[in-house]
Structure formats: structure tokens, C-alpha cells
């Protein structure tokens, strides 16, 4: 084992590790001493949408893969499925030390972030203040305050695979390539393939930066040996993901991201992928990326809180409104005044600002271009249609981008290179000697910040502070919001501009030798740290955490036992409030509706043309006082015993015209394609007429009789077993959703090919006499990835191990290859 020095090889990573600790349990203190969890409204949701295949899990011990408790029915591939590498999780929880889930994630930015900035050189104690600024981006904060948390999962581990990267270019090929292949496992398993993508990008861009350098100085073969060791690595991590990888590629096809079989409509309409109206929804406005300099220099949150010394709120009680009303009103006011319908402001720090632009002049192009281009790509990106020349592009050829939806989160990309840059740039200019280069270099970041936010101040008044909002606001508060919105946008430059200051005093003491460094880098920390919490606990705090938030949000309601009191084994439940944004009905019932980003693209299709006219009609019959629904046939297709409009036992109806589990049709209508499928089959009768799409399905040797019987006999998720009896050969529809990859059915044990009836159904064409009928969801790839993931993930672990060991002296191998570089790049 080779001697330590303990005071600077072990013991700044010590401070660092517990100051990580300290800041995150300071923070999410309701978490760890009132035991209390973050309120988060899409966790709730996916709680909901995945209690049916939880339940399977533990009652079983194995994987559903297919839930019918959202939309219908659809696989579970991107709801909840436990795959093969379940031990990359355990390295995971081990690296966070235990913490909760999911303010473990931040802890976890804080360290990657750390570890990515040592490999480029950065000296600890400043990487501490880099891990800091980086981990306590408000991006992460509004990330958990919305429930994304595999968003910022996904985000937390960005820089440990550039660190890998990094490493492995600067010769240290065992440690960039555990490292690589590790942080592209931990990366792939949480599952947000949009940050992955992006994380692809810089990656990509990075490895074209070295590529170059490499030509430059003839260095081409030992380029390419690294590459291949990285792409290697990555493969490796790859591997611990590829079932799940495999079956979402194939998933995508079916889903809202994958092509649309209607011709019918607008272009958009027919899009391959997300169509870019619902791509580009959430597009930053050309002036918003500066929220990365200035949080509120828009307003803010769309629901922010003012003070009872606001402009609005003396204007209220001025007008006569009483003071606790006014209040409660100013807890959520509505001071942004851009262009996105629901937004927060991604911060990265004013002092972060700063030293990005520091560490363009400081640093050399070749070492600081591929994060400045990186930086303004992130930007362009977060444009959306406001930069439709380049973003469409992207859309339409760049491959797999048009996968991906609310284009505002890749403003990650430049929070993540304004901190690298930022701090590889503070590294080097303390590095050098004080002279009137260096001097020049301080005044032109200081100028191009500071000087900034100082003219933002002075020329405040130039702004309208009136947003797309405002149309919906009483014509009285317009005025007095307005004045509110100055306030803050003057406030935020004037703070940006003393953060500015203060960093660039701090920077010049050091350098002209009046203070000393050890005093430098805690004051950037605090600096930074005090902005940031400022800014963050405006987003999430102590109302943010609540006891058992899960328990509340699922409460049993008399509706709910109303409907549980019924003990068929399968049936569905259309919730007429909001069905289509919920999945609380989901963690009771088989739903109609749900909350989920890839639905089924069919059945999406069935929503805008049959269920959503269906409900508007059955509120208006039960307006009526009408219960007569014989003539909702897609509703009853899909087996709808019970409406729900509301919580109270009375608000439950009953639906006595449900097809069933299934059912013998007397019709067969054969069509054309999927415009004629669909429109016939929100038309037909669906308890006598099958429709069927006569060019992807054989029609001509069906039959039918509706005087046999079938029966539901045995229910599960994942496999279904059905009793028939009828005189003649005869075709059944089932009120289950038609899935081509996965699902087969047998008839007296006999596979027997499905069937699509009335665009989203199966069918199976039985035989005269008694049977058994079973569909089973069994998809190959999960028979055959979970070992390789499995492998692999121990093959990364037992790698990690390894190279642990060697890096403390413990194994001695081949000296690698020495870098001919400064660190410090």
C-alpha cells in the first residue's frame, strides 16, 4: 500500500463529504427531524399509476410488465418494472450514504459535481464551492419540488461520466473506464433518456474537442486507443440497462412517441413522434435564459410569494380588502411575466455567471470552446419555437430528438458547462502571476456581468412587465402586480451585480496577495451558498413536506369503497373530473383515464375522438338526470361499470350497459385503415359490431354468432383466463388493449393468433364448443436481458472494486500512461 498523505489526500475530501451531508440535512430538515416527506404531485401520481404492478411484486415476488389500472391497460415498461440490475441501485444508495430518497440526489450532485471538477484539475476546496453551486441549482430544486425525480437523477449524474471521460483522455485508462462505465449505468437507471441525450451531446462534443487537439499535435493513436476504452466502458454500462432500453425502443413505437397511423389532419397531426406544438409547449423566451444570472428578472415563479409590503398588497388594503384575505392571497401571486404558461426560474448563480465569463478569457480555445459551445446550444435548445429555424431542424433530422417534450430542461447543458468553465477558469487565473494581462482579464468578466446587471438596474424602467397572464388578471391589479415585477427585476440586478462585485474583489485580493487563498475559497462557497439557498427556498421549503403525504392523497373515499364493494375481478372506472391528468382512480380501480407522458398512441387517438365527446355527452345525460348510456360504445367496449364525479358514495354511478370482459359479436365491419377503423368504431354498436382493419387483419374466414357465453374466470395483470361456450364458430372480442409485442393467447392450451377489433381490442376467433381461453404477457426481452444486466452489473461493481484497490496501492499494475498536460485545463 503506498504512503497517504492525510492532510492533502484524504482530509479535503473528508470536509467535502461533510459538508455535502451538513448542507443536505440542513436543507431537508423536515425530512430528517419532523419525518416528514417532500409533498410531490407527479410521484403521487406514479404511486397511483403503479400500485397494481406493487402489489403484483410483493404478492408474487415477480414482474408484472403490464398494468390495467391506467388507460385501459399498457406495459409497464415506463411505469414500474424491477430489472436485472438492481445492485447498481445498492452502489448508488451506497455512494449517497444511506440517505433518503429523493433528497439523496442532491447529496449525490454535490458529489459527482466534485469529483468531475478534481479530474479537470480544480483544487478540493474550491471544488467544494463548485459542487455547491452545481447541486443547489434551483433546476434541481423545482425538478424535486414538481416530483421529476428521475429528471434529477439523471442530472446528478451527468458529471460523473464527463469525469470519466475526462480521465480516460488524460491517459488513466482503468480509472476512466470504472468510472465511465459506472456513471453510464447509474446514469441509464434512472431512466430520463431527454438529460441522457443531452449528457450525449456533451459528451459528443467533448470527445470532438480532444479529436482535434489530438490531430493537432499528432497524437491521433493514443486518441484512439482512449476513445475505444471509453466506448468500451460505455457499452459496458449499456449492458446493466439494455432490457430496459430495449423494450422502451419498442414501447415507443406504439406510443405517443412513436408514428401516428392516422392520415387523416394536419401534418402535425400525422407527426412521426411528438407532434412539436406538444413538443415545444415549454419553450424559454429569447430573454428568459438570463433567469441564469437573475431569477426574478422575469417575476419569478408564475405563483410567487409577495410581501404585505408589496405594491399589491397595500393596494388591496387600501381598496378595503380585508387583511387576512390579502394574506392568503399574497402567499401565490402571479409575478412571472414571460412567455411559458407554468414555469420557475433555473438559476445557476450570478457568481457562476461571472466566473463563466472569467473563464472564457482566462483559458486557452481549445480547452474552454467545446463548454462555451455546449453552453449556447443549452440555451438555443430551451428556445423551442422561439428559434424554430434551428429547432424544428432538430425535430425533424436530428435523430431521436423529437422523442422529447418540454424543451426548457435542456438548459441543464449550460448550468452544467457555466460551472465546470467557471471553476477550471478560477483554477487557472490562480495560478497566475498578477500582471496586466491577468488584470485585464478580471475587468472584462466583471464588465461583462457586473456591468450588465448594473445596466439592467439603471435602465429598468425601459420594461413593460406585462405578460401572457395578465389577460386573465382583473384590469384593477394589473398596475400594482406591474409595480411588484420592477421591483423584483431591480432587485434581482442589483444583487447579481453586488454577487459580481464581491467575487471579482475577492478574486483580485487573492491575486495581489492581500488576502490569502485559504480565506478565498470559503468566501465563494458562503458567497454562492447564501445566494442560492436564498433563491431555492423560495421554490421548496418547510411547505413543501408534509407527513405521509401518500397516505392523505389516497384516502379511501365512499366513492372508492362504494366501487370496492363490487368483487368482479376486472371491470374499469371512468372518472369524469380531470380523467386524463390523474392516476389517483388508478391506485383503486382499473381506470379509463391516468397520468402518463407515453400513452399508447391508439388509444390516445380513441381518447380525442371517442372518450373525451362520450364524456361531455354523459355529463350532459346526467345533467339530465339521465343514466341511459346504450349509446356510449367506446366507454362500454372498455367494459365501464362505474362514473365517478366525485368523492361522496352518491356520486358514483353505475353503468348498466358495459359490454363485459367480452363478448360474441353478430357484425363484422371490415375497413380500409386506421382513419376508417377509428370512425367507424366510435359509430358501431361495439356490443354487435367488430370493427376490423381488413389490411392488417384477414377477415374473410371470420364468422360470428352472438349466442354463445364467455366468461372471465382468473384475473392478473399479466394473465387472463377466460371459459366459452358457443354453437358455432364465432369471433370474441375482449375488452382488453390490443399490444402486438408480448401478449399471447391460447385456446385449450393451442396458441391462436390475436386479433385488433375496434381499434384498441383484442379478438380471437374461437371455435364451436367449450374452451379455455388464456392470454399471457410473457415480452422475450425480459426473459433474456435480465441475466446480461445482472452480469454486467456486477462485472462494473467487481471492476470498481478493483480499481478502488489499485488506485490505494493495494493491487500494483503496469504503470499507466503519464499526463503530459497541467490538470488544469
Not at 456533451?202 to 493514443?222: D, N, R, T
Not at 454577487?499 to 470559503?522: H, Q
Not at 366510435?682 to 359490431?689: C, G, L, P
Request: charged residues 20%; neutral net charge; proline residues 4%.
Amino acid at each position: 500500500m503506498r504512503s497517504i498523505n492525510f492532510k492533502e489526500q484524504v482530509l479535503p475530501h473528508v470536509v467535502a463529504i461533510v459538508l455535502f451531508l451538513l448542507v443536505t440535512i440542513i436543507y431537508f430538515k423536515p425530512v430528517f427531524f419532523d419525518h416528514k416527506s417532500l409533498n410531490q404531485h407527479d410521484i403521487l401520481q406514479s404511486i397511483g399509476a403503479s400500485k397494481e404492478i406493487a402489489d403484483y411484486r410483493e404478492r408474487t415476488g415477480d414482474e408484472a410488465l403490464w398494468t390495467n389500472s391506467m388507460f385501459s391497460g399498457m406495459p409497464a415498461y415506463l411505469i414500474s418494472v424491477k430489472w436485472g440490475n438492481e445492485i447498481i441501485g445498492t452502489v448508488q444508495a451506497v455512494f449517497s450514504l444511506g440517505l433518503p430518497h429523493p433528497v439523496r440526489l442532491v447529496f449525490l450532485s454535490f458529489v459527482a459535481f466534485y469529483i468531475l471538477l478534481l479530474a479537470f484539475g480544480v483544487r478540493p476546496y474550491l471544488a467544494i464551492a463548485g459542487a455547491l453551486a452545481f447541486g443547489l441549482s434551483s433546476y434541481n430544486i423545482v425538478g424535486l419540488t414538481a416530483g421529476h425525480n428521475s429528471r434529477i437523477g439523471a442530472v446528478a449524474f451527468m458529471p460523473l461520466l464527463l469525469a470519466g471521460i475526462r480521465l480516460g483522455f488524460k491517459g488513466k485508462n482503468l480509472l476512466g473506464f470504472s468510472v465511465t462505465a459506472l456513471a453510464v449505468a447509474l446514469e441509464l437507471r434512472v431512466n430520463h433518456l431527454q438529460i441522457t441525450y443531452y449528457l450525449l451531446l456533451m459528451a459528443a462534443a467533448y470527445g470532438i474537442s480532444e479529436l482535434v487537439v489530438a490531430i493537432k499535435e499528432k497524437q491521433l493513436a493514443p486518441f484512439i486507443k482512449r476513445s475505444s476504452l471509453l466506448v468500451g466502458a460505455g457499452v459496458l454500462g449499456l449492458a446493466t440497462f439494455i432490457g430496459s432500453f430495449l423494450s422502451t425502443m419498442e414501447y415507443t413505437k406504439y406510443s405517443m412517441r412513436g408514428k401516428s397511423e392516422i392520415t387523416m389532419g394536419t401534418p402535425e397531426e400525422k407527426a412521426n413522434g411528438l407532434t412539436k406544438e406538444y413538443a415545444f409547449r415549454y419553450s424559454n423566451g429569447i430573454f428568459e435564459p438570463m433567469t441564469l444570472f437573475m431569477p426574478n428578472i422575469l417575476g419569478g415563479s408564475s405563483q410567487q410569494k409577495l410581501s404585505m409590503d408589496s405594491e399589491t398588497a397595500q393596494f388591496m388594503l387600501k381598496n378595503g380588502v380585508p387583511r387576512p384575505q390579502v394574506e392568503q392571497q399574497m402567499q401565490a401571486m402571479p409575478t412571472y411575466w414571460g412567455e411559458q404558461p407554468l414555469t420557475a426560474p433555473y438559476y445557476a448563480g450570478a457568481i457562476i455567471v461571472f466566473l463563466f465569463a472569467l473563464g472564457i478569457v482566462a483559458l486557452p480555445a481549445r480547452k474552454s470552446v467545446w463548454l462555451i459551445a455546449m453552453a449556447a446550444l443549452g440555451i438555443i435548445l430551451s428556445w423551442g419555437y422561439h428559434f424554430s429555424s434551428f429547432n424544428y431542424f432538430m425535430f425533424d433530422y436530428f435523430p431521436g430528438y423529437n422523442k422529447f417534450r418540454s424543451v426548457t430542461f435542456a438548459i441543464i447543458i449550460p448550468i452544467l458547462a457555466m460551472n465546470l468553465l467557471g471553476f477550471i477558469g478560477l483554477e487557472k487565473i490562480l495560478k497566475q502571476e498578477w500582471n496586466a494581462g491577468t488584470r485585464k482579464q478580471l475587468l472584462i468578466a466583471i464588465g461583462s456581468t457586473g456591468g450588465i446587471a448594473l445596466l439592467l438596474w439603471l435602465f429598468a424602467g425601459a420594461f413593460s412587465y406585462h405578460g401572457a397572464i395578465d389577460e386573465r388578471l382583473p384590469e384593477w391589479l394589473q398596475a400594482p402586480l406591474s409595480a411588484d415585477r420592477k421591483a423584483l427585476f431591480k432587485a434581482s440586478a442589483m444583487a447579481a451585480f453586488v454577487l459580481t462585485g464581491l467575487s471579482f474583489a475577492g478574486i483580485w485580493l487573492t491575486l495581489t496577495k492581500r488576502i490569502k487563498p485559504g480565506l478565498l475559497y470559503p468566501a465563494i462557497a458562503i458567497l454562492m451558498l447564501v445566494d442560492l439557498w436564498t433563491t431555492d427556498k423560495k421554490l421548496l421549503n418547510d411547505d413543501n413536506f408534509a407527513k405521509n403525504p401518500t397516505r392523505s392523497f389516497f384516502q379511501k373515499t365512499d366513492a372508492d369503497q362504494e366501487i370496492l364493494n363490487d368483487k368482479d375481478p376486472d371491470f374499469r372506472v371512468f372518472n369524469l373530473v380531470d380523467p386524463w391528468n390523474e392516476a389517483r382512480t388508478s391506485y383503486y380501480h382499473h381506470s379509463l383515464g391516468g397520468y402518463h407522458g407515453a400513452k399508447i398512441r391508439r388509444y390516445q387517438d380513441l381518447i380525442d375522438k371517442g372518450l373525451v365527446p362520450e364524456q361531455q355527452k354523459i355529463i350532459d345525460k346526467l345533467r339530465q338526470g339521465s343514466v341511459d348510456f346504450s349509446e356510449m360504445g367506446v366507454i362500454n367496449m372498455l367494459n365501464t361499470r362505474y362514473l365517478v364525479a366525485g368523492a361522496s358514495k352518491d356520486a358514483v354511478i353505475k353503468n348498466s350497459f358495459a359490454n363485459g370482459n367480452a363478448w360474441f359479436v353478430s357484425d363484422i365491419k371490415s375497413v380500409n385503415n386506421p382513419d376508417e377503423e377509428l370512425d367507424a368504431t366510435v359509430k358501431v354498436n361495439t356490443k354487435i359490431t367488430a370493427v376490423i382493419d381488413a389490411s392488417k387483419f384477414d377477415t374473410k374466414d371470420l364468422a360470428t354468432d352472438d349466442y354463445g357465453t364467455i366468461k372471465l374466470t382468473q384475473y392478473e395483470p399479466n394473465h387472463l383466463v377466460y371459459t366459452s361456450e358457443n354453437g358455432s364458430s364465432a369471433l370474441a372480442v375482449f375488452s382488453e388493449i390490443y399490444y402486438k409485442d408480448g401478449w399471447k393467447a391460447t385456446i385449450d392450451g393451442k396458441e391462436a393468433p390475436i386479433l385488433r377489433a375496434d381499434y384498441v381490442l383484442r379478438a380471437l376467433q374461437i371455435p364451436e364448443g367449450s374452451h379455455t381461453i388464456e392470454f399471457t404477457f410473457k415480452p422475450s426481452v425480459y426473459q433474456w436481458a435480465n441475466p446480461v444486466m445482472t452480469a454486467s452489473s456486477w462485472l462494473i461493481l467487481l471492476l470498481l472494486l478493483g480499481t478502488i484497490l489499485m488506485e490505494l496501492g493495494f493491487i500494483k499494475l503496469k504503470s499507466e500512461t503519464k499526463e503530459s498536460e497541467s490538470d488544469a485545463q
